[in-house]
């Protein structure tokens, strides 16, 4: 309140410093800007007026101003985003305008390097999402929006768990070290640096895609209220990237939150309650229809019909279907999947002008997943202040609070395991209760599973102008997170053995920011600009876990309990204090805003870097040249409103490695003479001289608009990122296992497009904008550790080896060749020598199974010695899309709107482990826990074409001979049979949106009232035979694990009082 | 007005070439995409030895390390160890292969061998692909060098889209033929080191003057190639004095099941089989072969009733092959005493 009574004084005495000044006669002037389109009223545009222009007033709440100004003056009225108007003062002092939207691109503001310039002398790339495009869904990640309308951002929302995020690339894959096996295999993440409010915030470390982390694993970009979001800005090349340093690496993403921009306040309050239904659950054999199966196959398949008849006998859930505890048809998935009603509330009470504006932002997202026992809700109180009484001085202060509270149920964030297992049970288990057998089920319901986050940010940005053009500015900002978890499994889940988890962490970040810019204009042709900034960052981070087991009983969850052989508790080894300093220099000079020259360098310095690696450099040189202010080209003015060429190039330097991997660590060992003793860490060698990754990038874009209604981007980049890090086994007769170099380079090329098409232009009462843009990303392997060509990733898990080879897409599938099924035994290649059939594994077992037969997978033999083995792998398919996109569509028609958008991904390898697995349960009719997950359904396959006779020509072997199923494995999942083109278009999301008559809800005192229905993610357009070919994981695996996305209808409020 | 028009065009279409270029020259120093030649691959064994007059196939002979498959083998320079060429092991020949499977529930001799065919080709070679070694049967040591000579030196040329590299000095130093297994041959000289051979087994054989169970010194099994065209497979049984010893006293045998071979004639003296040759036709478990596959099983039963009105069931078992086609005999030669069929 003091504060408040200070500013608003110091406010008044600039009030009455400006009065002073006026010389002339003034006369006052009111009037109302309008937007042209909408027909609503404009809050908060700003009027100017004299030479040079000064800020004379500003629109309230209902558009309406009221300024003071010289009587021959002229006015001009300018909104962000509206194309400015001039007008003189007319004799009756009213003056009604309706601003136009700005369709030229080029006079947006971009924000690079922490410096605000217009597009038109930006020579880096990047593009802005405004708060407009993502109003119409509640998400928890706002990331989850941004798909489909970034060219060359590649986000796959393929994790639906609330309040994650999904894998998201700018400009391709940096990073293809594949950390885990099977379905649980992924890329090291590599997400793009997000700068929240000039504040950069690490998501790469803890919360990343494809981590399972020990804590809840919360993005920290899942705790911005979206409703509080005023621009997304998404930086993908050198220049735009390299003044953010190391981080930067990965691309960066700038967001900015709301700001007051109103003298009388503004209270906004935005609602939308959404039901969210799961995907369509795929059909399976309930009760008698599996029995019988079973038991058909049992007698089909059996190495004798009596050894059947009596394996028959001997299994109880076949033989004793009067038992009622296999006498069922449960249908598990309904147990596991749910539709939820889930809301959010936001209250946005801001007001101000340029000298002096405030916002407070109070915000409630609750959302429940789809998957029972999960859910995730957010409570954020957030406010800014921004404080100028000349401008010469300027001091923004906010604050940000969240806390989440979510539960992961049985899994963790990342995928739900058991409800995979669970879900897919056989239909002959009775329904779940506390003696049944399905304990994947009763995970999921009963672990008590409560996950807290908590962060606050505060920041202060602190701005003066020293000297004319010498600005200085200071930002800094601390942040502190802390997350903890309780989970307690139940005993009578685990065998009578419960078990207390509890974990917690904490993270403090530090940031400062010390800038100074200086900006001169000599004779209105040349332009300069110069800073120079340092950061300073200091982060720690400890996190703590204790896992007590076997608690007296399912009512007392701790903290006692008798097991203490096998309760752990203690820091987790994941312990971080790092420290980093930087400067950075930047330069920028224009000619007339029609050449532009921009350099910049940063040196970047790390407490994790090696003694041997010194400082990281990045520099970046960039230029552009606005072709359409030539002379030559004066005449085509009236067709060309703005055309640009744009070269970059830049280098991003990323340190290396932990501190660990540079100075080797000491570890806790065993006790020699009672004593404990202390021991280096054999497991990875010191390496000193890790030298820091490179991304180096060249960008080249083309930009134009034509007759003030199409725009279109074109860019075309290449990026290469050299050494990367890799872990390389050494030779045993070394203490030591392994050591970690920097020796794999990858490269990234590719081309993006963006068109923007007014195809019905606004003003006429009806109309239409069409948006476009795609990226097709290639991706070639360019260097290996000791130069060698190919390098396997072999993947203990599923057999999906991945190929790493020079010249070849980074990340290749290697599979097994599947052309068909052997329609009969004649078609099966005999060994001409030894006279032998083509046979599964070197080893001629004495039952002869392994020899194939007719409905057996045709498998290509590669090395064409009729034995199918490791030879016989072919590097078959990419995992990574090459072409990834989006279509925007926006009508209006007075105050009803209609927006559509889709987004598509074309050419991707998926590799269909849910089906493949659907199959192989086939392979234990007798449940003889073959894959140990018990007992587990059936899926009807009927829609499957596979071998059923003798002389089919089938697609898919023949599911049920299970005896030679171990010898065989029909269905395995290494083989390009179950490898699937990925494609699809995605209908993303359908908005149809009214803003109520100004005039009429005039009458309750709402300002602007705005109703919408929103259906999200609505259908995916694809060939894939699996659910959903964006549910797979970044390696394009379809694991059935992972949390499926929901189906959302949105029925939405935005209210301005 | 008109005449701008393509200036602008013109500068539009240079724009995107320049683009256009920028990339393509970015691009340019990629390496290409070609398969990988490792030179930590390399050849395992280097000293093959084939025994003559039957296919031989090395297998496990390659570590393929980082090359990319599928790769492509051949060999070059096939000489004698004092550098002359050896055209003999390389010229095609005309050898036995299988088109079919040879499953043994074939019903002639007929069907079997019409599961396989004559074909041209190089008595040693090497798989294309898979860097395996193969022998032909065809192949004799009348035309070709066997230990103790020295044998041949051969070098592997390996190659893919990646490159090649060659392996040189592989020594083939093959063995002389030996017609069947068991053999009581050298396989170096070739000469016969002992006559006869023993069973593999014998179980509860009586002797017939003294009633004291026989051992396997006191039974031997000849093998003899008989002149004559066909071929064929003769069992007989003699005493110590090649007396024949009447198959049928055997009374348990199955006959019809002993080998896989048609139109069976027992006698008094002998029983005779037509067959396919090499017995067993593929290193492949059937009725007729052990438990491997490699060999021929043959088990003669009979019983009698013992001492004390007791049932003895008796066998005597042998595991063999034959690799040459022919008119062979095999004899079970009891040295001391004949066997006791007759009830005590």
């Known amino acids: 309140m003091r504060y408040t009574v200070i500013i608003f004084s110091l406010f008044l005495l600039l009030g009455f410093n400006a009065e002073t000044n006026a010389q002339q006669k003034k006369v006052v002037v009111k009037g109302t800007v309008m937007d042209r389109a909408a027909k609503t009223p404009i809050p908060g545009a700003i009027i100017l007026s004299g030479k040079p222009l000064v800020t004379v007033g500003q629109t309230d709440a209902n558009g309406k101003f009221n300024v003071s100004v010289n009587d021959d003056g002229e006015l001009t009225f300018k909104y962000i985003g509206y194309k400015s108007i001039v007008r003189k003062v007319t004799a009756d002092h009213v003056i009604n305008v309706s601003l136009e939207e700005e369709v030229n691109s080029l006079k947006e503001y971009v924000v690079i390097g922490y410096a605000k310039k217009t597009k038109e002398v930006s020579t880096g790339s990047s593009v802005i999402i405004t708060a407009k495009d993502i109003q119409d869904v509640p998400v928890a990640n706002v990331m989850e929006l941004l798909q489909g309308k970034v060219a060359g951002l590649n986000i796959q929302n393929n994790n639906g768990t609330p309040g994650m995020r999904g894998s998201m690339n700018i400009r391709g894959i940096s990073n293809v070290n594949v950390s885990g096996a099977g379905d649980k295999a992924f890329l090291t993440p590599t997400s793009p640096l997000f700068v929240v409010d000039g504040v950069p915030v690490d998501d790469n470390s803890n919360y990343s895609y494809g981590f399972e982390s020990a804590g809840p694993g919360i993005s920290p970009i899942s705790l911005i209220p979206v409703e509080d979001i005023q621009q997304i800005e998404v930086l993908k090349d050198a220049q735009a990237t390299s003044l953010y340093g190391s981080r930067g690496a990965y691309g960066v993403i700038l967001i900015t939150t709301k700001r007051g921009n109103s003298k009388v306040p503004i209270i906004s309050y935005t609602t939308s309650f959404n039901i969210a239904t799961p995907p369509s659950l795929r059909k399976v054999i309930g009760g008698k229809g599996e029995r019988l199966m079973r038991i058909d196959q049992i007698l089909n398949y059996d190495t004798s019909f009596y050894d059947g008849l009596k394996n028959i006998n001997n299994t109880p859930f076949l033989a004793d279907s009067l038992n009622s505890y296999y006498n069922n048809s449960t249908n598990w998935q309904s147990y596991y999947y749910r539709t939820t009603l889930n809301q959010t509330h936001n209250v946005n009470i801001s007001g101000g002008d340029q000298s002096f504006n405030y916002k407070v932002n109070t915000g409630y997202y609750n959302e429940k997943g789809i998957v029972e026992n999960t859910d995730f809700t957010r409570y954020n109180l957030g406010m800014n202040a921004q404080y100028m009484p000349n401008d010469r001085f300027k001091l923004v202060a906010s604050l940000a609070n969240a806390l989440t509270n979510s539960s992961a149920g049985g899994g963790n964030s990342l995928s739900q395991t058991g409800l995979a297992d669970g879900a897919s049970s056989s239909s002959l288990l009775p329904a779940p209760s506390l003696y049944t057998a399905s304990n994947g089920l009763l995970n999921t319901l009963n672990v008590k599973n409560d996950n807290k986050v908590i962060n606050i940010t505060a920041n202060l940005d602190v701005e003066y102008e020293i000297l004319r053009g010498l600005r200085a500015s200071n930002t800094m900002s601390y942040t502190y997170m802390t997350q903890g978890t309780d989970k307690f499994t139940p005993g009578s889940l685990s065998d009578g053995f419960n078990q207390v988890y509890n974990y917690f962490d904490r993270k403090n970040t530090l940031y400062n920011r010390t800038r100074v810019a200086y900006v001169k204009e000599i004779a209105e042709k040349h332009n300069f600009s110069a800073s120079v900034f340092t950061e300073l960052n200091s982060t720690d981070f400890r996190a703590d876990a204790m896992k007590q087991n076997s608690t007296p009983n399912d009512h007392i969850t701790g903290p006692l309990g008798n097991d203490w052989a096998n309760s752990l508790g203690g820091t987790l080894n994941n312990l971080s204090d790092v420290r980093s300093v930087s400067l950075a220099t930047a330069f920028s000079y224009n000619y007339m805003q029609k050449y532009v020259l921009d350099l910049t360098y940063r040196w970047d310095g790390s407490s994790t870097n090696g003694p041997d690696a010194g400082y990281s450099k990045s520099p970046a040189v960039a230029v552009r040249w606005n072709f359409n202010k030539e002379d030559f080209l004066k005449s085509t003015s009236n067709w060309l409103d703005y055309g640009s060429i744009r070269l970059s190039y830049g280098k991003n330097i990323v340190p290396t490695g932990s501190v660990y991997d540079v100075y080797g660590k000491y570890i806790a060992g065993g006790n020699y003479n009672q004593l404990p003793t202390v021991g280096l860490d054999l497991g990875v060698i010191p390496n000193t001289g890790l030298t820091p990754t490179t991304t180096t990038q060249y960008n080249a874009a083309f930009e134009a608009g034509f007759l003030n209604r199409f725009n279109l981007t074109f860019e075309t980049y290449y990026k290469q990122v050299d050494n990367m890090l890799r872990d390389k086994e050494i030779s045993n007769i070394n203490a030591f296992g392994k050591v970690k170099t920097n020796e794999m380079s990858v490269v990234n090329y590719g081309y993006e497009l963006n068109l923007s098409a007014r195809i019905l232009p606004a003003g006429k009462g009806f109309s239409w904008t069409l948006s476009a843009n795609g990226a097709l990303n290639k991706d070639v392997m360019a260097h290996l550790p000791d130069g060698v060509s190919q390098l396997m990733v072999v993947d203990a898990n599923t057999g999906q080896n991945i190929l790493y080879r020079l010249g070849k897409n980074s990340l290749t599938n290697v599979l097994l060749n599947t052309t068909g099924v052997y329609g009969s035994n004649s078609q099966i290649p005999v060994d001409p020598l030894t006279g032998l059939r083509y046979r599964a594994g070197s080893a001629t077992s004495f039952n002869g199974l392994s020899y194939f037969k007719a409905g057996d997978p045709r498998w290509t033999d590669v090395n064409g010695d009729y034995i199918l083995d490791v030879n016989d792998y072919v590097a078959a398919g990419n995992s990574q899309p090459l072409v990834t996109g989006g279509i925007n569509s926006f009508m209006q028609y007075k105050g009803f709107s209609l927006n559509v958008q889709g987004v598509f991904t074309l050419k991707r390898d998926i590799l269909n482990n849910a089906t493949s697995a659907r199959f192989q349960n086939f392979s234990d009719p007798l449940d003889q826990k073959v894959d140990k997950k018990g007992l587990q359904g059936l899926v009807p396959l009927e829609q499957f074409l596979y071998w059923k006779k003798l002389g089919d020509n089938a697609t898919y072997p023949n599911p049920y001979d299970y005896i030679r199923y171990k010898d065989i494995n029909p269905f395995r999942f290494d083989q390009t049979l179950f490898q699937e083109d990925g494609s699809y278009f995605k209908l993303q999301q359908v908005t149809l949106s009214y803003n109520l008559d100004k005039k009429f809800i005039k009458r309750f005192g709402v300002s602007s009232l705005r109703v919408y229905g929103t259906a999200y993610n609505i259908y995916t357009f694809s060939n894939y035979s699996g659910p959903n070919p964006e549910s797979v994981t970044d390696l394009g695996r379809d694991n059935s694990g992972g949390y499926p996305s929901a189906r959302k209808y949105i029925l939405g409020l935005n209210v301005q009082f | ?344």
């Open chain 2, 1 to 344: 007005m008109n005449n701008k028009y393509p200036l602008a065009s013109l500068c539009i279409f240079f724009i995107g070439l320049v683009l256009l270029v920028s990339t393509v020259g970015c691009t340019k120093n990629l390496p290409e995409n070609r398969e990988s030649i490792g030179m930590d691959t390399r050849f395992t064994q280097t000293v093959y030895s084939p025994v003559l007059g039957r296919n031989t196939l090395f297998s496990d002979n390659f570590y393929l390390g980082s090359s990319s498959q599928p790769l492509t083998f051949k060999i070059i320079n096939m000489r004698t160890r004092d550098g002359v060429a050896a055209p003999e092991l390389t010229k095609t020949t005309p050898v036995q292969v299988w088109t079919q499977p040879y499953l043994g529930d074939e019903k002639s001799v007929a069907e079997i061998e019409a599961k396989r065919k004559i074909e041209n080709r190089p008595l040693f070679e090497v798989r294309e692909h898979s860097g395996q070694f193969l022998m032909w049967s065809a192949a004799n040591s009348a035309a070709i060098k066997t230990q103790p000579d020295s044998g041949y030196v051969f070098d592997v040329e390996m190659s893919n889209s990646g490159g090649r590299r060659y392996f040189r000095d592989f020594k083939l130093m093959p063995l002389k033929e030996r017609a069947y297994e068991p053999s009581e041959m050298d396989p170096k000289t070739g000469l016969s080191k002992y006559v006869g051979l023993i069973p593999n087994s014998m179980f509860n054989i009586r002797g017939e003057r003294t009633g004291n169970y026989m051992f396997f010194s006191e039974v031997g099994v000849l093998f003899k190639k008989n002149a004559g065209a066909g071929n064929s497979l003769t069992f007989k049984f003699v005493d110590s004095l090649f007396k024949p010893i009447d198959p049928n006293k055997f009374n348990l045998t199955k006959w019809d099941k002993l080998v896989h071979g048609f139109n069976m004639v027992k006698t008094n003296e002998y029983v005779k089989y037509d067959v396919a040759y090499p017995i067993p036709l593929i290193a492949y478990r059937t009725d007729y072969t052990n438990i491997l596959g490699d060999k021929a099983r043959v088990i003669f039963r009979y019983e009698r009733q013992g001492f004390g009105n007791i049932r003895e069931e008796a066998y005597l078992n042998l595991d063999f092959a034959i690799f040459e086609p022919g008119n062979w005999e095999i004899t079970v030669w009891f040295t001391g005493e004949r066997p006791k069929f007759s009830n005590d």
